[in-house]
């Protein structure tokens, strides 16, 4: 069985080169990140490209996702070399946007004496240094350093979310996503999220015309209202470094299955990010727990997978690529599949029974049926918005998935659809266009001739707002 579960690779000053990125590509990058946070809108934009001409040059579908950087508060640049902040020492901490040493730490938030109160626990990148506030002189808080290492560039301050006082998305946000519209990009990360509102705040048009929407989940307060945050959503990624500062670490491999299983019972594509294989950021090969936590990942329902340092700024991101591609493979193989089918096709995607997705709702877990009971080798998808797709794809089916769509960026967009394969197709008459899926998948060496696939499409009356067709067929 081929890999099912998709990567996501985040693109640094390590992988940007077009070689690079086609190797990248060729080991199983499925979703290329760029994130906005730390380069300038011409650098991300010139990595854009790069990615795109890298993907046309090997034929091969990739999808573009763009990290908006949110009201990321961060500290004010460390020497070159980085800084070592040592258990037990006391660092004191100002608002300011300067240069960081070991005694005196600058914050960009402006904020930051009123906002952080005595006792607050803060965290410097994804919590790998941890202070806890101790005092407030009224210029500067006094910090003990609870548990320390090594701090480099302009790492992100974690402030409890219920204090921050920043909009999501940030006009800044808004201005880098516009210039990424006009480019085409296929997806879009939003951080900060901390309630429905500020999915919509983002303003796009809905996909596949405008970008699909990632909510980053990362905060208790996303925690409390995922369910309204999931349906505005096209996506989620479960960012767990930012989630395990809000939440006490025990909590958060429970949060990341109940967020998982939220997403995926509403047919959203679910990310699992951060510190996956964070060892490969100098190591050739990962800890046993990281093989692990890549392992359990998928076996939680995950989408796709996540590599942020190891492929941007890593020792080697190919072999990063690689090594999370045969993790996953060998996690697909051993996967429940029937088990966890058999559990969710108790759970309903929507409750508006008379809706349009609805009757896809529906159709799907019929083509699921039916390619279970008739054991047949592939489920062939027409659709428009890519909707059917991750409506079959909750369900984990062992046949393969088959995506033909005539819009190129939902073609895009499916790469982060789990077990997916999409192609383009040029719109036709229904009926043509099932026949011409066909002798595609066929040619492409996806399905044989005699062999028996399911094919969900929609009809005349509802082909791009709901699937109602579903046929048995053989291969010609």
């Not at 946000?173 to 919509?200: K, N, P, Q």
């Not at 670490?249 to 019972?265: A, G, T």
């Amino acid at each position: 069985m081929a890999r099912r579960t998709k990567i996501v690779a985040t693109i640094g000053p390590a992988s940007d080169s077009e070689a690079t990125l086609k190797d990248m590509i060729a080991a199983g990058m499925d979703v290329a990140r760029i994130g906005l946070a730390h380069d300038t809108l011409d650098t991300a934009l010139e990595r854009f490209r790069r990615i795109r001409s890298a993907s046309d040059a090997l034929e091969r579908e990739v999808g573009i996702l763009v990290d908006l950087p949110g009201p990321k508060v961060r500290a004010g640049r460390f020497p070159d070399d980085g800084v070592t902040l040592d258990g037990g020492t006391i660092i004191r901490m100002v608002p300011g946007g300067d240069a960081s040493t070991a005694e005196v730490v600058q914050v960009d938030y402006d904020d930051l004496i009123s906002d952080v109160h005595h006792g607050d626990t803060l965290g410097f990148g994804d919590g790998a240094v941890v202070v806890e506030v101790i005092g407030n002189t009224g210029d500067a808080l006094e910090a003990r350093v609870i548990h320390g290492g090594q701090v480099t560039g302009r790492p992100g301050v974690h402030i409890p979310s219920d204090r921050l006082r920043i909009p999501t998305p940030t006009p800044h946000d808004l201005v880098m996503l516009d210039a990424f519209i006009e480019a085409g990009v296929d997806m879009v990360a939003v951080s900060f999220v901390r309630s429905a509102h500020d999915v919509r705040r983002v303003g796009v048009e809905p996909h596949p015309r405008g970008p699909l929407v990632i909510a980053k989940i990362e905060t208790r307060a996303a925690v409390e209202n995922l369910e309204g945050i999931v349906e505005a959503s096209g996506a989620v990624m479960v960012a767990r470094g930012d989630l395990g500062m809000e939440f006490p670490i025990e909590e958060l491999p429970h949060l990341q299955k109940e967020i998982i299983q939220r997403c995926i019972s509403l047919a959203r594509p679910t990310i699992t990010a951060t510190q996956m294989l964070e060892s490969m950021l100098r190591a050739p090969t990962p800890t046993r727990a990281e093989a692990s936590d890549v392992a359990n990942a998928v076996f939680d329902g995950s989408s796709a997978l996540m590599l942020s340092g190891e492929t941007a700024v890593g020792a080697d991101p190919v072999n990063a690529v690689a090594t999370m591609a045969r993790i996953a493979e060998k996690a697909d193989q051993r996967f429940d599949y029937r088990g966890w089918a058999r559990s969710l096709s108790e759970t309903r995607m929507t409750s508006a029974t008379d809706s349009d997705d609805a009757i896809t709702d529906a159709m799907s877990m019929a083509g699921w049926r039916a390619a279970v009971e008739t054991g047949a080798q592939a489920i062939i998808c027409l659709t428009t918005t890519g909707f059917t797709v991750r409506s079959i794809a909750r369900f984990r089916p062992e046949a393969r998935i088959l995506a033909f769509s005539p819009d190129e960026r939902t073609v895009r967009q499916l790469c982060l659809s789990w077990g997916a394969r999409s192609f383009p197709i040029e719109a036709l008459p229904i009926d043509e266009m099932i026949m011409r899926a066909l002798e595609l998948a066929r040619t492409r060496g996806e399905v044989r001739s005699g062999e028996l696939v399911a094919m969900l499409a929609g009809s005349p009356e509802y082909q791009g707002r709901a699937t109602d067709t579903l046929r048995l067929m053989r291969v010609p």
